[in-house]
Nanobody, 122 residues
Framework: QVQLVESGGGLVQPGGSLRLSCAAS????????MGWYRQAPGKQRELVAT???????NYADSVKGRFTISADNAKNMVYLQMNSLKPEDTAVYYC????????????????WGQGTQVTVSS
């Protein structure tokens, strides 16, 4: 099995910064991509940012220029640096990955972390 563990959430004032981390562990042969999603109360879960194993990134328009996703492939970790935070960034942030579990298994699998709360408020 595979586990994703997020950390780094918390309460921050508008304009502040937070850095989220996510560690993937378990039966991992290769990671195809890792990413962050978020879900605010009463809203659907939405994409924040993704990064492929080759380093290609993708961002939601609402966070472009403020958030930066990065990864440490050797450690199977992904990070989300969030700057200039706004109250509308308040949500539970979820780590996500698509990976292969073994060289003999041609399928890829998607896993989610348990989420970490980010609250932006004065």
């Amino acid at each position: 099995q595979v586990q994703l563990v997020e950390s780094g959430g918390g309460l921050v004032q508008p304009g502040g910064s937070l850095r989220l981390s996510c560690a993937a562990s378990g039966s991992i042969f290769s990671i195809i991509f890792m990413g962050w999603y978020r879900q605010a109360p009463g809203k659907q879960r939405e994409l924040v940012a993704t990064i492929t194993s080759g380093g290609s990134t993708n961002y939601a328009d609402s966070v472009k220029g403020r958030f930066t996703i990065s990864a440490d492939n050797a450690k199977n970790m992904v990070y989300l640096q969030m700057n200039s935070l706004k109250p509308e960034d308040t949500a539970v942030y979820y780590c996500n990955t698509r990976l292969k579990r073994s060289i003999s298994d041609g399928s890829s699998y998607i896993y989610w972390g348990q989420g970490t709360q980010v609250t932006v408020s004065s």
